[in-house]
């Protein structure tokens, strides 16, 4: 146990420089909180990493989609991989403050891991309260470029962004598959003027030119096109990576509650003994 009169012997002033309190004998109440500290920090620096890394993966794969999402999708990758080492970083400072026993960095980690945690449950009561707002996106943005497809000046826009779905989901059409591009006059617009029971070649199994004619059928042939509409299979896409982010975020704040007491704990004996 630290009593001030230890501390002056010690050459330690309390009220002068706390933040260099790192060379008496801890009890062993207090080193047990000291441990622990060290291991939730160094979990927290290690979910961050995995936080990052998750990022850098969804990044990776939403560059395949960016034409129909936009830019968004990649710039919420980026945010997931800035948090990511924020959350590193700060678990490595919770790793050295207990160690060397330093009230002013236990201080430091206490503030960021409290800002820290405040954001990530926002965030994932954000994503719980706004979930269906993402469905209902996706399908404006597909019938958006159902009915431009095939239109030489959306073909950046519309058509290209929707073969990529097509072929990367291995789905056709947006609701009920390929007969949507036949009979559903309201929303693939532009393609049911120029062609007739056909569907893009996107929508093909093995992709190649003309594979999609006559294939608009309310019975398709699942060998020789996708028979899923893509609307939910975007959804299912989006909604996967989220609930891994989400998952690893929630364990993480786990882990930072506990880092929060401990840290105060640890703290509070450093300064005025148990």
Known sequence: MVHIHQAHHLGLDYGANPARISHYHLDLGESCVKWVLFALNFLISLAGLGLAGLGVYVATAA??????????????????????????????????????????????????????????????????????????????????????????????????????????????????????????????????????????????????????????????????VYTEGCEDKLYDYLNDNLLLIGGLGVSISFLELFGLCGSFMLRRAILHGY
């Open 63 to 224: 560059q395949s989609y960016e034409e129909f999402f936009g830019s968004g999708s990649i710039s919420l990758s980026y945010i997931f991989i800035g948090t990511g080492i924020l959350i590193t970083l700060i678990g490595f400072l919770g790793c050295c403050g207990a160690m060397r026993h330093s009230t002013f960095m236990l201080l430091m980690y206490f503030i960021f891991i409290m800002v820290t945690f405040m954001v990530q449950v926002s965030a994932i009561i954000a994503v719980l309260v706004f979930k269906d707002d993402v469905k209902n996106s996706i399908k404006e943005a597909a019938t958006t470029k159902l009915a431009e497809y095939g239109n030489p000046i959306k073909e950046d826009v519309s058509t290209k962004p929707l073969d990529v779905v097509q072929a990367g989901l291995k789905c056709c059409g947006i609701d009920t598959g390929p007969v949507e591009w036949a009979t559903e006059a309201a929303k693939a617009t532009y393609w049911i003027r120029t062609h007739d029971n056909d569907v893009p070649d996107s929508c093909c199994v093995k992709e190649t030119t003309n594979c999609g004619k006559n294939e608009a059928k309310a019975v398709p042939d699942p060998s020789i």
